[in-house]
């Protein structure tokens, strides 16, 4: 079987090294300069940045024992430390109720905690309710007043949307919130394990790095500066022309596995290959942007408090790791790093700011909060914009249900899995895992519907538990 593999992120590679394994000849075509996708690292300033504070979570042990097997010993076990940053104070992220009490003072701590225990009460006695909107169901287990102060805010900034907008499984697959045991226990000081997760010595690239390694090992292809511009069926054929090195070329397959946007995918289809409804819907499906603002400083003075920090209120950026945390990255000297997300939509006015506005920007708020030393000695190494990576549409909606039809009546000659190939949120392990069940689609030994299953189940992303 001849199998060509739009996207060499981690659900691509995955897709190229299983279907390998069942006998297919494998092309991948990455349009970047380099494979990794949303999963890369860069270097700049001297430093190993990630694109966001990435660690694999163990949500797959089978993924997490293949990536050990691929990594050996240079994959470590992390537990980042984060913190949410609030009106001049870093409480701890997820919430932590004695850490609570702590920074916010007894008094001013009364009524939110007095709220939570109200609010996890009614729920045990009223379990039959099922919230429909995220709203709701976080206030159903942190009661109103912490939901304001940990999800309002945090939610509308990063997603761009407010909670009372999406799906009850958004939370449930990404807020943690203790039940009342585990909450007591915080309250008494007494320890609560910390998450642990995956990181590999020289950054996350090295997973995708490794991935790509393994499919040239079992005689696959993998082509950089490769995009895939227009599909079409001939039969029971699929024909993909690619853009490479300024020219196009055709390839015949018998599937395309594409990883890369969905929506885009669809708009390269030949004319009459793809119903107008679909192409309708598949143009509504609303992504978030992110714009990387990569900082430096010689600023001995200049450190995080925490691994990965949250910024909900004024701040251009919501997000900000160093890559001298967990990441094992030592800086050179006395430098420091910093990668400052800032979440926005595609064609904002954030979105459409020169980098050197943007740059300006952030080093502005940046100077203001007491983490990242003078601000006359930051400098900005690199801005970088991922226009498409967070998949706001929700997996019920009507147009991506019109989208996962089309592509379940296309499979097997056609399949797409991953983050953006599927249109959901989906973290490293799952986007592997699909791009493993793609190749198996491709065999006819899965459904389409098995590949989606693995992003739209209730279970937290972070330790892969199944959430009510
Ligand atoms: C800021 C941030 C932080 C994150 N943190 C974590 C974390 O801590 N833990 C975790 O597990 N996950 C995390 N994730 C999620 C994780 O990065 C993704 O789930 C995963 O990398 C998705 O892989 P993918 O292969 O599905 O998609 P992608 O990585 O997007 O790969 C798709 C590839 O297709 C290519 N492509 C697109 N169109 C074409 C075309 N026409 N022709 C050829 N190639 C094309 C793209 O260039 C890209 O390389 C984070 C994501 C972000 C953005």
Same mark, same amino acid.
């Given at each position: 079987m001849r199998i060509g593999v739009v996207g060499g992120g981690l659900a691509g590679l995955s897709a190229a090294r299983r279907a390998l394994e069942l006998g297919a000849d494998v092309e991948v075509l990455e349009s970047?300069?380099? +494979?990794? *996708?949303?999963a890369s690292s860069i270097r700049a300033g001297g430093l190993t940045f990630d694109l966001g504070p990435h660690t694999l979570y163990p949500g797959d042990p089978a993924v997490v024992q293949d990536v050990e097997t691929l990594l050996g010993t240079t994959l470590r076990r992390v537990s980042p430390t984060r913190g949410i940053w609030r009106s001049g104070r870093l409480y701890r992220f997820p919430f932590h109720l004695g850490n609570f009490v702590h920074v916010s003072g007894v008094r001013a701590a009364a009524r939110p905690v007095l709220s939570y225990f109200a609010a996890r009460a009614l729920g045990t006695l009223r379990p039959s309710l099922t919230a429909t909107d995220l709203e709701e169901w976080a206030v159903r287990r942190f009661g109103r007043p912490l939901y304001e102060f940990y999800v309002l805010h945090h939610v509308s900034k990063n997603?761009? +949307?407010?909670?009372?907008?999406?799906?009850?499984l958004w939370g449930r697959q990404r807020i943690a919130i203790p039940d009342v045991g585990t909450a007591l226990r915080q309250l008494s000081g007494r320890a609560v394990p910390s998450r642990t997760s995956y990181y590999p010595q020289g950054g996350i690239g090295r997973i995708v790095a490794a991935l790509a390694v393994a499919v040239r090992h079992r005689g696959g292809s993998v082509r950089t500066?490769?995009?895939?511009?227009s599909w079409g069926r001939t039969g029971d054929e699929v024909e993909l022309r690619v853009q490479t090195d300024g020219r196009c070329v055709v390839r015949t397959l018998d599937t395309v596995i594409n990883t890369g946007p969905v929506d885009t995918f669809l708009r390269c289809a030949?004319?009459?290959?793809?119903?107008s409804s679909v192409h309708r819907a598949a143009g509504r499906l609303r992504y978030r942007a992110t714009v990387f603002v990569y900082l430096s400083t010689?600023?001995?003075?200049?450190?995080?408090?925490? $691994?990965l920090c949250y910024f909900?209120?004024?701040?251009?950026?919501t997000r900000v790791y160093s890559?001298? *945390? /967990?990441?094992?990255a030592g800086a050179p000297g006395s430098s420091a790093g910093f990668c400052l997300e800032i979440h926005c939509d595609p064609g904002d006015g954030l979105w459409n700011l020169p980098d050197a506005d943007l740059g300006r920007l952030t080093v502005r708020d940046a100077a203001a909060?007491?983490?990242?030393?003078a601000a006359a000695r930051l400098r900005v190494e690199r801005v970088l914009r991922i226009?498409?990576? /967070?998949?706001?549409?929700?997996? +019920?909606?009507p147009d991506l249900t019109t989208v996962d039809d089309y592509m379940d009546g296309a499979s097997p000659s056609v399949v797409s899995a991953g983050r953006l190939g599927s249109h959901r949120y989906v973290n490293m392990d799952s986007a592997m895992r699909m791009g493993t069940l793609a190749a198996e689609v491709a065999y006819g030994l899965r459904a389409p519907l098995d590949i989606r299953r693995v992003a739209d189940d209730? +279970?937290?992303?972070? $330790?892969?538990r199944r959430r009510s």
């Amino acid at each position: 079987m001849r199998i060509g593999v739009v996207g060499g992120g981690l659900a691509g590679l995955s897709a190229a090294r299983r279907a390998l394994e069942l006998g297919a000849d494998v092309e991948v075509l990455e349009s970047a300069g380099t +494979v990794g *996708g949303l999963a890369s690292s860069i270097r700049a300033g001297g430093l190993t940045f990630d694109l966001g504070p990435h660690t694999l979570y163990p949500g797959d042990p089978a993924v997490v024992q293949d990536v050990e097997t691929l990594l050996g010993t240079t994959l470590r076990r992390v537990s980042p430390t984060r913190g949410i940053w609030r009106s001049g104070r870093l409480y701890r992220f997820p919430f932590h109720l004695g850490n609570f009490v702590h920074v916010s003072g007894v008094r001013a701590a009364a009524r939110p905690v007095l709220s939570y225990f109200a609010a996890r009460a009614l729920g045990t006695l009223r379990p039959s309710l099922t919230a429909t909107d995220l709203e709701e169901w976080a206030v159903r287990r942190f009661g109103r007043p912490l939901y304001e102060f940990y999800v309002l805010h945090h939610v509308s900034k990063n997603v761009g +949307v407010p909670p009372s907008e999406l799906p009850a499984l958004w939370g449930r697959q990404r807020i943690a919130i203790p039940d009342v045991g585990t909450a007591l226990r915080q309250l008494s000081g007494r320890a609560v394990p910390s998450r642990t997760s995956y990181y590999p010595q020289g950054g996350i690239g090295r997973i995708v790095a490794a991935l790509a390694v393994a499919v040239r090992h079992r005689g696959g292809s993998v082509r950089t500066g490769t995009t895939m511009v227009s599909w079409g069926r001939t039969g029971d054929e699929v024909e993909l022309r690619v853009q490479t090195d300024g020219r196009c070329v055709v390839r015949t397959l018998d599937t395309v596995i594409n990883t890369g946007p969905v929506d885009t995918f669809l708009r390269c289809a030949d004319e009459g290959t793809v119903p107008s409804s679909v192409h309708r819907a598949a143009g509504r499906l609303r992504y978030r942007a992110t714009v990387f603002v990569y900082l430096s400083t010689d600023d001995a003075a200049a450190g995080l408090p925490c $691994d990965l920090c949250y910024f909900p209120q004024g701040e251009v950026f919501t997000r900000v790791y160093s890559p001298t *945390g /967990y990441t094992g990255a030592g800086a050179p000297g006395s430098s420091a790093g910093f990668c400052l997300e800032i979440h926005c939509d595609p064609g904002d006015g954030l979105w459409n700011l020169p980098d050197a506005d943007l740059g300006r920007l952030t080093v502005r708020d940046a100077a203001a909060l007491p983490f990242f030393g003078a601000a006359a000695r930051l400098r900005v190494e690199r801005v970088l914009r991922i226009r498409r990576h /967070y998949p706001l549409s929700a997996p +019920v909606s009507p147009d991506l249900t019109t989208v996962d039809d089309y592509m379940d009546g296309a499979s097997p000659s056609v399949v797409s899995a991953g983050r953006l190939g599927s249109h959901r949120y989906v973290n490293m392990d799952s986007a592997m895992r699909m791009g493993t069940l793609a190749a198996e689609v491709a065999y006819g030994l899965r459904a389409p519907l098995d590949i989606r299953r693995v992003a739209d189940d209730p +279970v937290f992303v972070e $330790d892969g538990r199944r959430r009510s």
